[in-house]
């Protein structure tokens, strides 16, 4: 199966999908990205892209932050991507990155005075962490929160030097903390504490992102264990005390975590709440469970 791209409003295979090498995006970060996830259901035989409207509602804020105009709408290219999956016809769980971008191909540090545009392209992606259980450490980069919260490409430098030095340290991922010493998020996930049956989140004015799979979390805790999960401050050392951690994001689903700077948290083990929200989320993204059905757009016409 080819993956396919939609670049400079056309499809092609993404082995053909190039841009100029002084396209301005590439060089000042001057880009704001999406990850969406289309999850194989094989009883369904058919792809359902999980909550799609919301990341291009998402992808607006960003292209607001960036001065970028796109010549689409949230439809188009809700449009564009089922197309886009269709097209590639993968029978597998797939990840979708589209990208809205400063498209002139001209250098110079700015955001006005430049054209914009909008890729996309498909490729098959399994489970993102590549672990049941992450093992985390505390990044010594701390997170620009003066910079708006959002997916914007040139903002995610500290978490790739931080991904890296937690890898290297031997562990699977990195968690952030800001300038002020909260907890914000790893590096490409949210983060959810546990302690005494409640469930707490750092604030996104702290620097957790607006997660997809955040809300999503937070819904079924509150609908289906009748559980609110509560926004606030998070100070590391609450991290070590937690019940129960995990994490949540669209490529990584939802991870727990089960060690964090060499402490195990639950001894190790995924804990009950963690347990039960992991099964509730896999079974949503897959429309398997159809109170949930308006969050999955299926690709493939029957
Ligand atoms: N935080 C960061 C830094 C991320 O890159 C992501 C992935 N988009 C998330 C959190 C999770 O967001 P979502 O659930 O919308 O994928």
């Keep these: 199966m080819p993956s396919y791209a939609f670049l400079k409003k056309q499809y092609l295979p993404l082995a053909d999908a190039n841009l100029n090498i002084m396209t301005n995006f590439m060089h000042y970060g001057t880009g704001v990205f999406e990850g969406i996830r289309g999850n194989w259901n094989k009883d369904h ?28 709408t949230v ?9 886009l999956v269709n097209k590639s016809g993968f029978t597998e769980d797939i990840y979708v990155r589209p990208l809205a971008y400063k498209s002139s191909e001209a250098l110079g540090v700015r955001l006005h005075n430049l054209e914009s545009d909008f890729l996309a392209f498909v490729f098959p992606w399994g489970p993102y962490l590549d672990t049941d259980r992450a093992r985390c450490v505390v990044a010594s ?3 620009p929160t003066e ?23 031997g562990f699977d991922e990195a968690i952030m903390l800001n300038a002020a010493g909260y907890v914000t ?39 289906e264990l009748g559980l609110e999960t509560i926004e606030r401050h998070v100070e590391r050392i609450e991290l070590y005390a937690a019940d129960e951690i995990f994490m949540t994001g669209t490529a990584a ?12 948290i639950n001894g190790g083990e995924i804990g009950p709440i963690t347990h039960k929200l992991q099964k509730l989320y896999a079974d949503v993204i897959q429309n398997k469970n159809l109170k949930y059905s308006s969050w999955c757009t299926p690709v493939y016409k029957k």
């Excluded at 910079?147 to 340290?169: F, H, M, W």
């Design 45 to 72: 035989k058919q792809i359902y892209l999980f909550r799609l409207k919301e990341h291009y509602e998402r992808l607006f804020r960003g292209c607001q932050v960036l001065n970028i105009t796109l010549p689409y």
């Design 253 to 264: 689903h939802l991870t727990p975590i089960s060690e964090i700077d060499r402490r195990k």
């Design 147 to 169: 910079v708006p919260r959002q997916k914007l490409t040139g903002l995610y430098i500290t978490n790739a030097l931080a991904k890296s030095e937690a890898v290297s340290a």
């Design 185 to 223: 998020e790893g590096s490409g996930e949210n983060l959810f504490i546990i302690r005494e049956g409640k469930i707490f989140t750092p604030l996104t004015t702290d620097g957790a992102l607006t997660g997809i799979t955040r809300d999503t979390v937070m819904k079924l805790a509150k609908n």
């Design 75 to 83: 439809d188009d290219l809700c449009k564009i991507t089922i197309d």
């Design 141 to 143: 980069w701390r997170f």
